[in-house]
């Protein structure tokens, strides 16, 4: 049995990530592969709970990256590891990228502390594709401005949106074999169109 293979989704809020996740799942699942699909902070039931706290309570900025890696610490060991050794396709709602564009890149954590925190608590897996979304800052957060119930990441100002987005297209850099640059701008058909041949390229690599 080979091993299963992880594409993560990236991007700022807004930039329309979510609504590709399913037809992605779908996509792979066509192709024969079985999908898990899942989602940090959370994707665990201790995960779904520091999510919670993520989202709504105010903390110092350490804490807030420790958080996000002990979800992912449980999260890599209850879900995506064992899915992978089964051979499953994990389909994952954002991952440690995330990390280095928002704390990282928003926040002004020290980037050496996030790749300590990195090697830690995985220090041999990184994505296999990490498709990255992305729009011109102003149309994310007027998407943004239209949606209710702002979480705590979402009420962020301008800046720290741009310094994230900064960080992820740096990242995107530094990794050009396993990123992809999807712009969210163009109509959604056309975005589709796109990830469809992306993804049917990479499951036949
Ligand atoms: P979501 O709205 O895409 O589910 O993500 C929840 C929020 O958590 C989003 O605003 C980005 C933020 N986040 C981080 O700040 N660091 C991380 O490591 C992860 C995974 C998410």
Same mark, same amino acid.
């Given at each position: 049995?080979?091993?299963?293979?992880?594409?993560?989704?990236e991007?700022?809020?807004?930039?329309?990530?979510s609504?590709?996740i399913?037809?992605v799942a779908?996509?792979?699942?066509?192709?024969?592969h079985?999908?898990?699909t899942?989602?940090?902070p959370g994707?665990?039931?201790?995960?779904?709970?520091l999510?919670e706290?993520?989202?709504?309570?105010?903390?110092?900025? #350490?804490? +807030?990256a420790?958080?996000?890696f002990?979800?992912?610490?449980?999260?890599?060991?209850?879900?995506?590891? /064992?899915?992978?050794?089964?051979?499953?396709?994990?389909?994952?709602?954002?991952?440690?990228?995330?990390t280095?564009?928002?704390?990282?890149g928003g926040?002004?954590?020290?980037r050496?502390?996030?790749?300590?925190?990195?090697?830690?608590?995985? /220090?041999?897996l990184q /994505?296999d594709?990490?498709?990255?979304?992305d729009?011109?800052l102003?149309? $994310?957060? +007027?998407?943004?401005?239209r949606?209710?119930?702002?979480?705590?990441?979402?009420?962020?100002?301008a800046?720290?949106?741009?310094?994230?987005r900064? #960080?992820?297209h740096?990242? $995107?850099?530094?990794f /050009?074999?396993?990123f992809r640059?999807?712009?969210?701008?163009?109509?959604? $058909?056309?975005?589709n $169109?796109?990830?469809d041949?992306?993804?049917?390229?990479?499951?036949?690599?």
């Amino acid at each position: 049995m080979s091993r299963g293979k992880f594409i993560t989704f990236e991007g700022i809020d807004g930039a329309g990530k979510s609504t590709h996740i399913s037809f992605v799942a779908s996509l792979l699942h066509d192709l024969g592969h079985t999908v898990v699909t899942t989602r940090e902070p959370g994707g665990t039931p201790l995960g779904e709970k520091l999510r919670e706290l993520l989202l709504s309570e105010n903390m110092h900025l #350490e804490t +807030e990256a420790l958080l996000m890696f002990a979800s992912r610490r449980e999260h890599l060991a209850q879900v995506i590891e /064992p899915a992978l050794a089964r051979g499953d396709w994990v389909v994952c709602d954002r991952f440690t990228d995330a990390t280095f564009a928002y704390q990282g890149g928003g926040r002004k954590l020290e980037r050496a502390k996030l790749e300590a925190l990195e090697a830690w608590v995985h /220090p041999h897996l990184q /994505p296999d594709l990490t498709l990255l979304f992305d729009v011109p800052l102003e149309v $994310a957060r +007027e998407r943004l401005a239209r949606s209710r119930n702002l979480d705590r990441f979402e009420q962020e100002k301008a800046d720290f949106f741009a310094a994230t987005r900064d #960080e992820y297209h740096r990242r $995107a850099q530094q990794f /050009p074999q396993r990123f992809r640059i999807i712009e969210t701008i163009r109509p959604v $058909a056309e975005v589709n $169109a796109l990830i469809d041949g992306l993804i049917r390229e990479f499951a036949r690599a």
